[in-house]
């Protein structure tokens, strides 16, 4: 897969690999560099809610989960973290954001207070060959049917993900703005291969226009995604 892009991400080296697809090209160009500033600041402003504090507007910050509930008598939050999906074509890996350092480290306000840093670890990586959006974009996943901040590995693998919402980290984001993320700690939690396959999969479906939920899957696994049940054979049906 060929990129076009002034900026240079850690995958793009992977261009130049002996079988790599030169004719799928990945037009990059407008891509915005990311660092974890840029993502404390996406965080800190919200989605536009807020407050109005000595007649200024002040947003309310994106709201961590938490491993347990507050303790209001106790004064103690435990473990904050935020769950951020990754997605590079139809390979979407799940990470979540620990060790939240926040300016102000009252164990009761400081989800009010702006975010200053935080840790990454990968969850898992999931392939979802029924996604059609932005080639490589970052999501805040939501779901009425999965309880997301309790869900394991084990889940996200089972997981059907047209029942997840997956709404674009940056509220702004379109479908042409694609983000840098060496400066921002994605290279140190997810392959660069990870990456590039992901996105030259990806075109290279659209550009071939195969129907892209059946790519990879087994006559079983299409079966199942269309309702049907695997432990029943139709032949003992009655």
Known sequence: MKII???????DFWAYQPDSDEETVF??????????????????EGSGAGRFVNGEFVPIPMYPYHDFIFDFKNKE???PFFIIALAAGFTFSIIKWTN????????????????????????????????????????VPSSSQYVIPKMTVDDWKNANFSNISFRPFFETQSDTVFPILANAGFASIIQPEAIYRGIEEYLLAEKNDKPVESIGLTDVDKAVNHGF??????????
Do not use: H, Q
């Not at 037009?27 to 800190?44: E, V």
């Not at 049940?229 to 009655?238: E, V």
């Open 100 to 139: 939240l350092k926040y300016e102000n480290s009252d164990p009761i306000r400081f989800y009010v207070s702006p975010l200053l840093d935080f840790d990454m670890e990968l969850v898992c990586t999931v392939k979802w060959y029924e996604y059609s959006g932005s080639p490589l974009c970052l999501y």
């Open 5 to 11: 892009d002034k900026n240079k991400d850690f995958y």
């Open 77 to 79: 939050a435990k473990s």
């Open 229 to 238: 049940d695997k432990k029943t054979s139709f032949r003992n049906m009655k």
């Open 27 to 44: 037009d990059r160009r407008g891509s915005i560099m990311l660092t974890k500033g840029t993502l404390c600041k996406t965080i800190n």
